[in-house]
């Protein structure tokens, strides 16, 4: 059963993603509200599907911190299912991510229609450049700035070197950084068919005040608030396991 979920739901994906991937662009002359409810629907339909046919699911805590304004989300990239989630648990946003992606037929279509900032991340100093120019234009508008620190998926229990673009533009621009961690590697890894069924457990973190500090001290707080938040859930399912076993 398992399998024939998983074979229905990667279908519906690819046909969803073809699907808005030409709606996306046909949207570009509404406003950006109007664009991200549309990919918002989109996101809701494969968090629903993975639900259904998958039996992943999600928990959230901490939607108590999430500000009013607007702020930049760094969060743990362990899985797919978060680029999905992220956008039905908080307010509309934009990503950072690498340029290749935009290559990517329909789902590269429909990222450049909801203008996230793409990046040659081998370009050094421009692509910080680009990420605080274009972030500090989003969140004047009033749009969050999604950046996945860390740059790619990380294999639960790994660890990679975070990169500190998105530091600096939360140093220079004194908007708040709001981290988010999670599991969803342990249910839906990378490149994983078979999907895990479970509970994803998703903790926001408080708002961490950037105004007047350093990129690299602001780095070094949210990322020791991270482990810390990584090593809790993973107590947790840890615990669950067990008593489950028993």
Request: net charge positive; proline share 5%.
């Amino acid at each position: 059963m398992q399998f024939l979920g998983a074979v229905i739901f990667s279908l519906g994906m690819v046909l969803s993603t073809v699907l808005i991937g030409l709606i996306l662009p046909a949207t570009v002359l509404f406003p950006f509200r109007v664009r991200t409810a549309v990919a918002r629907a989109y996101a809701g339909f494969i968090i629903h599907s993975l639900r259904v046919l998958c039996g992943v699911k999600f928990q959230v805590r901490g939607r108590e911190h999430i500000p009013e304004g607007a702020a930049i989300l760094f969060s743990k990239h362990q899985s797919t299912w978060e680029t999905y989630a992220l956008q039905l648990i908080f307010p509309p946003q934009v990503w950072v991510f690498k340029r290749e992606l935009l290559w990517v037929p329909f789902f590269g279509w429909g990222l450049l229609a909801l203008k996230s900032i793409s990046i040659d991340r081998s370009s050094g100093r421009k692509a910080v450049k680009q990420i605080v120019e274009q972030g500090r234009q989003r969140l004047d508008a009033g749009i969050w700035v999604t950046i996945f620190p860390e740059g790619t998926r990380v294999a639960p229990g790994q660890h990679k070197r975070w990169g500190i673009g998105g530091a600096i533009l939360a140093e220079q621009t004194g908007y708040p950084i709001v981290p988010v961690a999670h599991n969803a590697g342990e249910l839906w890894p990378k490149g994983a068919f078979i999907k895990r069924p479970g509970t994803i457990q998703v903790v926001i973190g408080q708002p961490v005040q950037t105004r007047g500090r350093k990129a690299a001290e602001i780095n070094a707080e949210v990322e020791a608030w991270m482990e810390a938040a990584m090593q809790e859930i993973s107590g947790q399912a840890a615990a669950t396991g067990k008593a489950a076993d028993q």
